[in-house]
């Protein structure tokens, strides 16, 4: 496969947001103290368990289209629904993209539980989407800086799973990719292993445009983006 481009970024290059994982735990302010300790030790600890990888392919102009509710990515066609077509429907091409912080880190979770400490393991687990998800914009900001580059214009950032796109559709998006792309592989219900990975599409194009995420219009309460957005609008 031609115009793949892989990383390995080393965890300062992140910006992990505490008040993101404060967020999710229900916290948009005064968080107890005893959970801010805990937050900061099993960061340093995450810092040495996760293993980094991110990558991309970069799909030229008229790789990519959006029509009549659909994706079109080289050869594969996507049910991307209203949400996403939305945001989309200008492409010309796209970076489809993977990154993952490895299995180190569902091992280090795991062992709280294993180890009759819930309240750690499932702060440790929030700091490994937290990461994940800082990973993903590191990457982003990669491609956009590609974009500019190439002199055309990307949009968000959006991946199966979410704004009614099925997860399902990930063997379709990981089609384009080598295989074992920054280290992923899917079972057969299409999740994504190691856990804690991230995978999806940038729109590009002349006409695109960033767009925040259209949150007020999607249903699903466990996206990480209601809750950050939640999070941010109670600050």
Known sequence: MKDIFSYRPVFNELRVNKENI???MGYEKNTPEQYIQITDKLLKEAEHAAELQAGYRWLSPGSAKAEHGKLVLVDQVFEIRKIIYSQLHLLDGAAVFAVSIGSGIDNWSRKFFEEDEPLAGYIADLIGSEIAEALADWLEAKIAAHALELG???????????????????HKLFSLLPDNFCGVRLNNSGLMVPQKSISGIVGTGAKMKWREYPCDRCSLETCYKQIHKSHETAS
């Open 22 to 24: 404060f967020g999710a």
């Open 152 to 170: 055309t214009k990307h949009s968000n950032r959006y991946s199966p799973g979410y704004c009614d796109w099925s997860v399902a559709e990930q």
